[in-house]
């Protein structure tokens, strides 16, 4: 705005130095000049101030002319040209801000062409494969480990996942987290990454990492997919897996033979001295123990390959806790617990084999029933959530709780909170590793959670899908679930 209205008062000044160059030429023409020579004066006058106007213009208009040159050139990305006037001239001003302009903006284009070929090198060097989608789900950069994973990816730009690497979970992915509503109920989870397997050819397991890559300024969103080979990991967790499935396979014959003789010593000999019978009890309840253990590992074994009941069984939730009632109830006397049940009137079907969801019941119970302190109360829940299709089920203990650090890890093989090392006779060590791969075996969910009111101890719940009514119950009315409360 300076610099115009210096333009604008320079180009005032020339009019106006023009003007009064021809009034005091004009001056000069002698009154007894004829009416001739008078007119050929003021043409001569008229001639020179025009000469000098037009010296004027052409000055101002040759600058202008390169401060449009360097302008255009700018805007077409030659950002080292720059504006040389004299200072003091007419666009002095606007050529300062001109090259300040252009200093930025090749300050600003060497930063990212810099950042780009970072990046580009970090990616080149990755041994993990990445790709980045854009929000239309195809593919805007990949590396060259890509190409490496999948010979089909040689030339991955512009293709979908799919048409990259033909796995039809990778595509329902990539499309569910790019579907997701920015402004929705779903943005915080499309947020957070999502990771599933994927199989490339015999003997390669892969897990995907995929984020939601967020618009700016209203823009759409994108993705980044990231590949972790865990094929060697696979492999040497199934060797383990194999090897300890193999160890105690050989190990329950043995076992029975010792409880065995165990068994029969006790009963065949009522005679026996109190230290030798106290001697066989230890022997025998310790084999009980190894014996569980034995059964503990073999069923995670099988689970963990996949083995047992087809994950679309049907069962019923409150007949499933009714049978796990029944087993630890005993356990549960002997400590004079309360067993609180509150299940629907109408019964829960859920997507899930009966004898792992009693199993699920049982191991979470009897975990409880360890954990509480004598004359306490258990509660035990499952409710429908007819809006996410799942049931919720829940074991409530008013024990000393799980620390919120550790509270990931209980689930994991053999895993103890240290403080509750020395409190838990009879344990394998096994019972909630068998609850997380039944329940995500079944497309479920487990967790733990400090409980609330007078059920302050640990928490645990885990959701299983609703299982589809048969055929001829489809048609049918069902009946409003009603609370039941009953204790044992």
């Not at 004829?34 to 001639?47: D, S, Y």
């Not at 990492?209 to 990991?233: M, N, Q």
């Not at 899908?465 to 409360?485: D, L």
């Amino acid at each position: 705005m300076a610099g115009s209205a210096a333009l604008g008062l320079r180009a005032a000044a020339v009019c106006v130095g023009v003007a009064a160059l021809a009034l005091g030429l004009s001056s000069l023409v002698p009154t007894t000049a004829t009416p001739g020579q008078r007119l050929a004066a003021n043409a001569g006058i008229l001639a020179l101030a025009g000469a000098v106007f037009w010296f004027f213009t052409r000055r101002l208009s040759r600058s202008l002319a390169e401060v449009v040159d360097v302008a255009r050139a700018i805007g077409d990305g030659d950002y080292r040209r720059r504006l040389h006037l004299l200072p003091g001239g007419e666009f002095s001003v606007l050529a300062g801000a001109v090259n300040q302009m252009a200093r930025g903006i090749e300050a600003n284009i060497a930063t990212i062409v810099a950042q780009k070929t970072q990046l580009q090198a970090i990616l080149d060097g990755m041994r993990e494969a990445v790709m980045v989608l854009d929000a239309a789900g195809r593919v805007r950069v990949a590396n060259p480990a890509l190409a490496r994973l999948a010979p089909i990816a040689a030339n991955p730009l512009g293709r979908r996942p799919i048409e990259v690497i033909p796995s039809p979970e990778l595509q329902l992915a990539c499309d569910r987290l790019l579907a997701a509503d920015p402004a929705g109920p779903e943005a915080e989870s499309a947020a957070e990454a999502v990771t599933l397997e994927a199989r490339f050819g015999p003997g390669r397991v892969y897990e995907v990492s995929l984020v939601r890559l967020p618009g700016r300024d209203g823009a759409e969103a994108g993705a980044v997919l990231v590949f972790h080979d865990v094929s060697e990991t696979r492999k040497l967790s199934r060797v383990r897996r194999d090897f300890a499935a193999n160890v105690t396979h050989e190990l329950r014959t043995p076992l029975t033979s010792i409880k065995g003789y165990a068994e029969t010593l006790l009963g065949a000999a009522p005679e026996l001295a109190a230290e030798k019978r106290r001697f066989l009890e230890v022997i025998l309840k310790n084999a009980n123990h190894m014996s569980k253990m034995v059964d503990d590992i073999l069923n995670l074994a099988r689970l963990e390959d996949g083995q047992g009941p087809a994950p679309d069984a049907r069962a019923e939730a409150g007949a499933a806790l009714a049978d796990a009632v029944r087993e630890c109830e005993p356990l549960a006397q002997a400590r004079a617990l309360e067993l609180v049940r509150a299940l629907p009137e109408a019964g829960l079907a859920v997507a899930c084999d009966q004898g792992q969801l009693a199993q699920v019941w049982r191991n979470l119970l009897e975990n409880a029933i360890r954990f509480s302190p004598e004359s306490g109360r258990i509660e035990l829940a499952a409710a429908p959530d007819p809006d996410r299709g799942l049931v919720r089920c829940s074991v409530l203990d008013q024990g000393p709780g799980i620390p919120p650090e550790e509270r990931e890890r209980v689930f994991e093989r053999f895993y103890r909170v240290e403080r509750h090392r020395s409190k838990t006779p009879g344990s394998t060590g096994l019972g909630l590793a068998i609850v997380r791969h039944i329940v995500e075996r079944h497309g479920g969910r487990v967790w733990v959670e400090r409980g609330r009111g007078e059920m302050a101890g640990a928490a645990f719940h885990f959701t299983l899908p609703m299982a589809q009514p048969p055929k001829a119950e489809a048609s049918a009315e069902t009946a409003a679930p009603g609370p039941r409360t009953q204790a044992s």
